[in-house]
């Protein structure tokens, strides 16, 4: 598969999206690896644009990815409670919460504009978190000779993304930053590391697996490969880049203690998602007696407490994703990151000639 995609690195820069640039993704597959970005926190406009300014960058394969959830049910008696224990926090901050929550994001499942732009564009690859898209999507873009992948947190996921005849599965661990890929944000999720994760699926899938999750060296990289992983995806370790879209307050925050204390919770949007400890995360103790707002949906009232506490300089209601590795973040441009973690992977898994 990577052969096919002439990546030359067994790396793929996960897709982050708000974070994820097309100038980080373009760099990153210029340097050997798979550059990708995240479009599933915009409409098939603003993906049009990141995909073309990708083309001009790089002639090489990228990832194009998107969120494929069922869509999160409106409560207004529930969304009514949640912003009513937020008020006080806007008010902290000179600010209203929303009159009203909205669904900020829609799902592949749900946009119809989204399959025609792949057919379209044709990415090389184009990757699904948080589910699968429809049989008669997944035929299409087999059909346009696109590569596919899908994240799963255990076997019976995986199982599913074999079967609709996807090329590779991602193998994300608990360790992870951003959002968990649970297909079912309501059932059971046995929290499996990705090294464990990876050998499960190695073992009992005639498919690629591509290991994520707490990866952030080379060191890592070759142990995802050991374990039987085509290649790695690896994510905190590029937010430090200066050409990744975080902002300067989350650069800081992922060199502080925060980083050695990330939270998985569901508290920011509405599915569980790892990120740097701060206020927001904590709120998550004055918050536990209420029911959560459906995602996207609570994303929206996070987003608007973070807009108001950013516009009087305060920081830490932001959505600063990060996975366990966040401590062992290093700050360099990506494409020297890609070359350094090439030269590492050397040094513990010596390519065979």
């Known amino acids: 598969m990577l052969d096919k995609l002439g990546v030359t690195i067994p790396l793929i820069q996960a897709p982050m999206a708000g974070v994820a640039t097309p100038l980080l993704a373009a760099e990153v597959s210029n340097a050997g690896a798979l550059g990708s970005i995240g479009v599933g926190a915009t409409n098939a406009t603003g993906a049009r644009l990141m995909i073309d300014e990708l083309h001009q960058r790089t002639n090489r394969a990228f990832n194009v990815n998107f969120f494929a959830h069922e869509a999160g049910k409106a409560d207004a008696r529930r969304e009514a409670a949640w912003l009513g224990r937020l008020a006080p926090l806007f008010a902290e901050f000179g600010a209203e919460p929303?009159?009203?929550?909205?669904?900020?994001?829609?799902?592949?499942?749900?946009?119809?504009?989204?399959?025609?732009?792949?057919?379209?564009?044709k990415p090389a690859v184009v990757s699904f978190h948080f589910g699968l898209p429809s049989e008669e999507a997944v035929r299409a873009l087999k059909q346009a000779n696109i590569?596919?992948?899908?994240?799963?947190?255990?076997?019976?996921?995986?199982?599913?993304?074999?079967?609709?005849?996807?090329?590779?599965?991602?193998?994300?661990?608990?360790?992870?930053g951003g959002h968990?890929?649970?297909?079912?944000?309501?059932?059971?999720?046995?929290?499996?590391?990705?090294m464990t994760l990876t050998?499960?699926?190695?073992?009992?899938?005639?498919?690629?697996?591509?290991?994520?999750?707490?990866?952030?060296?080379?060191?890592?990289?070759?142990?995802?490969?050991?374990?039987?992983?085509?290649?790695?995806?690896?994510?905190?370790?590029?937010?430090?880049?200066?050409?990744?879209?975080?902002d300067d307050a989350y650069?800081?925050?992922?060199?502080?203690?925060?980083?050695?204390?990330?939270?998985?919770?569901?508290?920011?949007?509405?599915?569980?998602?790892?990120?740097?400890?701060?206020?927001?995360?904590?709120?998550?103790?004055?918050?536990?007696?209420?029911?959560?707002?459906?995602?996207?949906?609570?994303?929206?009232?996070?987003?608007?407490?973070?807009?108001?506490a950013k516009a009087k300089d305060e920081s830490g209601f932001g959505a600063q994703w990060a996975g366990q590795g966040a401590p062992l973040s290093r700050a360099m441009p990506a494409a020297e990151l890609v070359a350094l973690l090439a030269q590492e992977l050397e040094s513990f898994h010596p390519v065979k000639p």
Do not use: W
């Open 180 to 194: 968990r890929g649970i297909f079912d944000p309501n059932g059971a999720d046995d929290g499996l590391s990705a």
């Open 98 to 121: 929303p009159k009203q929550l909205k669904t900020i994001y829609k799902s592949f499942k749900h946009d119809p504009e989204l399959l025609p732009l792949m057919l379209e564009k």
């Open 199 to 246: 050998q499960i699926l190695t073992r009992e899938l005639d498919l690629p697996v591509i290991t994520a999750g707490g990866i952030m060296n080379g060191a890592g990289i070759a142990a995802a490969l050991n374990y039987g992983a085509v290649a790695a995806q690896m994510g905190t370790a590029f937010i430090a880049c200066p050409e990744s879209a975080a």
């Open 147 to 176: 590569t596919l992948l899908a994240s799963a947190t255990s076997l019976d996921e995986a199982l599913l993304i074999k079967n609709a005849g996807f090329d590779a599965v991602i193998a994300q661990g608990i360790e992870a």
């Open 251 to 308: 650069r800081i925050a992922l060199q502080g203690d925060g980083a050695h204390h990330t939270v998985l919770t569901p508290i920011i949007s509405g599915r569980p998602a790892r990120s740097l400890a701060n206020h927001y995360t904590a709120l998550q103790t004055m918050m536990s007696d209420l029911e959560l707002p459906a995602y996207p949906i609570a994303y929206d009232a996070a987003k608007a407490l973070h807009a108001a």
